[in-house]
């Protein structure tokens, strides 16, 4: 693959030739939303066919044509926020800059694109990779760099890396492509480590990017039967190198592991061996490297899966799927010793999915179409609307 420097569009250019990414006032504040939010937060949505993100409840940034979300990121400053969407036509992936109320096309591409997607500590560039899948395998794809403040994209240089795994605190990149895993220089993508990743699957990497974690799959030999057996087990290692800790065997089928914010401990449902099928919150500790229970199970408990730790880590987010098949959202404060169900009236649809908006805030998607933010402190809806996609909290 050539190594030769590629600029995507430049959205600045697309903004003043296109209209793509056009700023334009609205009048009056957000219909719908309580007293506050509009002039708190950031409102990004997809409505009426074009993505926009609403500053204040007073003006409208538009990027380009909209979709469903498949990948949003927020820097660490706060300053941008990156979202991927998607439509019949295309995958598009954007950057908002909060610091000069304006819109960037970073790529566009197949409507099958997955992207993923980190940044970096110190500077604040965001590295990002594209693939298009071919069955259980990465296809043609790219990783890519946009430093803070640019107003262009350029080729990391990788030549067959497709997904960013990690911006490392050293200040070197982790790309994979469907066989490896790189440690790799963000500049020319000069390869420092490779790990074989052939039997490593669902791989996360902790927000320090110090540890990761991910599932090893492989045939074991069981001497009962005189057969080879699938057999997957959940590992964390550092992403430095050593030995790996296994944390629980193929029979719990452990899935959905989701680091909190300090790295030092990993969520993750389990299938309780019961036989009901149901599953279980499970906390692992690099620091004892026990797990417990987020909330010890008994005969009616509700299947617990998907967990979600809150940007400061004192509360988990996790579905909760009733023995009837109610479905609902649940979370956990620490220090408390029960769990609390979100605020949710049935007339507003099933929740469907949930993510946090910063420490005491939901976005809540419902079956009906809409979305809804959600203040956890006064137990509230204070927005709903069809298209909101994601909310940004004052910097």
């Known amino acids: 693959m050539s190594r030769a420097l590629e600029m995507c569009v430049a959205a600045w250019l697309l903004i003043a030739l296109s209209g793509c990414g056009s700023s334009a006032p609205v009048t009056g504040p957000l219909e719908g939303a309580a007293p506050g939010v509009t002039s708190a937060m950031d409102i990004i949505s997809t ?49 908002f800059d909060r610091d000069s109320d304006r819109a960037m096309l970073l790529h566009s591409g197949s409507p099958d694109l997955v992207y993923s997607g980190d940044w970096a500590e110190k500077t604040g560039n965001f590295a990002f990779g594209y693939y298009v899948p071919e069955g259980k395998r990465m296809g043609s794809g790219d990783i890519r760099l946009f430093a803070a403040g640019a107003t262009e994209v350029t080729r990391a240089g990788c ?85 790996a800790v296994k944390v629980l065997g193929d029979k719990y089928k452990p899935r959905n592991f989701a680091w909190s914010p300090d790295g030092s401990e990993l969520a993750f449902d389990a299938e309780l061996q019961d036989g009901s099928g149901r599953r279980a919150i499970s906390i692992f500790s690099l620091n004892t490297r026990q797990s417990s229970y987020l909330v010890p199970p008994s005969p009616e408990s509700p299947s617990q899966e998907k967990p979600s730790w809150s940007p400061a880590g004192n509360h988990i987010l996790f579905r909760s799927t009733g023995q009837k098949g109610d479905t609902n959202f649940m979370y956990r404060t620490s220090g408390e010793p029960f769990s609390r169900a979100i605020p ?41 609307a069809t298209g909101l996609l994601h909310a940004l909290p004052p910097r």
């Open 344 to 384: 949710w009236a049935d007339k507003d649809g099933i929740p469907v999915y949930a993510l946090w908006v910063d420490e005491n805030m939901l976005l809540v998607a419902a079956s009906d179409g809409t979305s809804a933010l959600i203040e956890m402190a006064q137990g509230a809806e204070i927005y709903r």
């Open 47 to 95: 409505e009426g066919g074009s993505l926009t993100m609403t500053v204040g409840g007073t003006k409208v940034i538009e990027a380009g044509p909209g979709g469903r979300r498949s990948f949003v990121s927020v820097s660490p400053d706060g300053r941008y926020a990156v979202i991927a969407v998607t439509a019949a036509d295309a995958s598009r992936l954007y950057a």
């Open 159 to 243: 030549s067959t890396s497709r997904a960013v795994a990690s911006w490392l605190p050293d200040g070197n990149l982790m790309v994979r492509d469907s066989d490896n895993l790189y440690i790799v220089e963000p500049s020319g993508c000069g390869t420092l480590r490779t790990i074989d990743a052939r039997k490593m699957h669902h791989l996360v990497v902790s927000p320090s990017g110090k540890t990761m974690a991910y599932i090893v799959r492989e045939l074991v030999y069981n001497r009962d039967t005189r057969t080879y057996e699938a057999d997957s087990t959940l590992y964390v290692s550092e992403t430095t190198g050593g030995d």
